[in-house]
């Protein structure tokens, strides 16, 4: 690994939204930039035409946004045409591949149009030959030849010409000296018949120019690699440090796909999950603190993480792990951080108000401080905050169940007892509410039950006394003795 000042980068193809995998090795890459003081790029790979939209990039944008995974060189730094998208650097990936075939690394293939097929990788390469055959390539026809062809304009591919001995090995920060046999390597296309460069020569272009220092990406690009290192040998600069991390699995043990449900980060935004908790959770995919502690702010993980914390073996996505760590973050987070999450939630659900940025902000804290502990997601925030804020809509199974007309007299008793309190707050109201049922000959627990069904119209509700608290002396009163009407014969 090179001694220069750390230099990384997350490189994207918008193809498609932030999806989880893609989010985590971003996140690993920012970890340690801000751990070390470097850098950290942000590099669009759209030269995929076909696939690659305005709006998929947006995407990864606004999921690097949400996560708080700010850059500091790409996409929006520098100007509109910073060289951060790949599109706008085609002509150097095709200066490079002529440099390589200038230098005997390369040649030109004159065989096939050179159509562009899958890999493994889900990058797309022209067709590649499985034997070395160099039939009809500049490696064997004439110079007089070669320049017949391009002054015709003969299509043809450059491919880069692996050493037919030896093995190309590279040491990896997460699974150690990786080798690969080159006799099991074929002679690459570095650029399409139609002008345009595969993975492998863009990527390494572009990180040569931008002189990263530590490649950080999944496993499956392991595979890459060994091309990757002769290209870099091959244009005489150092080859960075490589960490590949391990793949994310489904709880089936495949890999994480939508059939597992949401992948995109911003559906998980969508659903409810908090950024904090996001951020902690795919920290802990495949990488470890050395401690048992699961809870991380970000500025926590960036002070404790480190490539040798990463796992090789697979991380699991637990969609339970993920519910209940949110709920942890949201009863951790304070109040303006939780408020501005929540708030487009309370605004979707009709619950926002103008007076919750000023003079009721107290109110909306100390209801939200109840709301906390129930919350596993945003969406739970305005589902408990409506029946504090609304008329009461009851239940008629809870009603049925709970205010009994012997349950309607203890009521109006609590009601009264309540409206004569010295000291209205939650140990006191507990007081009053329990010894009004134990003066009545009622359960205490029965009674309490039919104390909420009055005050929320349902039977589930944040903590009783403390509920009845925050509605106040005048509210509480008229819901109790509303709930008590509901009991009486008509």
């Given amino acids: 690994m090179s001694t220069a000042p750390l230099r ?32 950290f790029v942000l590099r669009i790979e759209d030269t995929d035409m076909e696939r690659s939209s305005d709006a998929m990039v947006q995407g990864i944008l606004d999921g690097m946004s949400w996560l708080g995974l ?53 990058e797309e390469t022209p067709d590649t030959f499985g034997t070395k055959s160099y039939e009809d390539t500049s490696l064997t026809l004439t110079a007089d030849e070669v320049a017949a062809r391009e002054a015709a304009g003969m299509p043809r591919a450059i491919r880069f010409r692996v050493p037919a001995e030896g093995r190309t090995v590279f040491p990896d920060a997460v699974h150690g ?10 002679d690459f296309v570095i650029l399409r018949s139609d002008g345009y460069p595969t993975y492998h020569l863009s990527v390494v272009v572009d990180d040569m120019d931008m002189q990263i220092t530590q490649v950080i990406r999944g496993d499956d690009h392991i595979s890459n690699t060994p091309k990757q290192v002769l290209l870099y040998e091959a244009l005489g600069v150092p080859v960075p440090g490589f960490a590949h991390v391990p793949l994310i699995l489904g709880p089936d043990k495949k890999r994480l796909s939508k059939r597992h449900g949401a992948t995109s980060v911003m559906e998980y935004s969508a659903q409810g999950i908090v950024p904090e908790a996001m951020v902690n959770f795919l920290a802990l995919l495949g990488w470890s603190p050395g401690t048992d502690q699961e809870l991380f702010s970000a500025a926590e993980l960036v002070e404790r993480f480190d490539l040798e914390g990463i796992s090789g ?6 969609p339970e792990k993920l519910e209940w760590m949110n709920n942890q973050h949201i009863m951790l987070l304070p109040d303006d951080v939780l408020i501005a999450h929540a708030r487009p939630w309370l605004v979707e659900a009709g619950l926002w108000r103008d007076a919750y940025d000023g003079e009721a902000r107290p109110w909306l804290v100390r209801a939200l401080t109840l709301l906390r502990p129930r919350a596993k997601r945003l969406g739970d925030i305005p589902e408990g905050l409506g029946p504090l804020v609304r008329p009461v809509t009851f239940d008629p199974a809870a009603v049925a169940r709970h205010l009994t007309a012997e349950m309607a007299q203890h009521l109006e008793t609590l009601a009264e007892r309540l409206a004569v309190l010295p000291t209205f707050d939650a140990p006191s109201i507990e007081q009053v509410v329990r010894g009004t049922a134990e003066a009545g000959g ?49």
């Fill in 442 to 490: 009622v359960k205490a627990g029965a009674f309490m039950q039919a104390v909420r069904v009055s005050l929320v119209g349902r039977t589930v509700s944040p903590g009783l006394f403390e509920t009845i608290e925050l509605l106040g002396l005048d509210e509480s009163l008229a819901r109790i003795r509303a709930g008590a009407r509901q009991a009486q014969p008509a």
């Fill in 313 to 318: 073996g697979n991380a699991v996505f637990n």
């Fill in 8 to 39: 990384v980068r997350f490189a994207p193809s918008p193809t498609g939204y932030l999806h989880v995998g893609g989010a985590r090795t971003a996140l690993f890459n920012w970890l340690l930039a801000r751990r070390t003081g470097g850098t």
């Fill in 70 to 122: 700010t850059w500091d060189e790409g996409p929006q730094v520098g100007g509109p045409h910073a060289p951060y998208f790949q599109s706008q650097r085609l002509d150097r990936y095709r200066a490079v591949a002529a440099q390589l075939v200038a230098s005997g690394h390369a040649y030109y293939d004159y065989r096939t149009a050179a159509p562009r097929t899958k890999t493994a990788d889900g």
């Fill in 177 to 186: 000296e990786i080798g690969f046999d080159n006799a099991g390597l074929e």
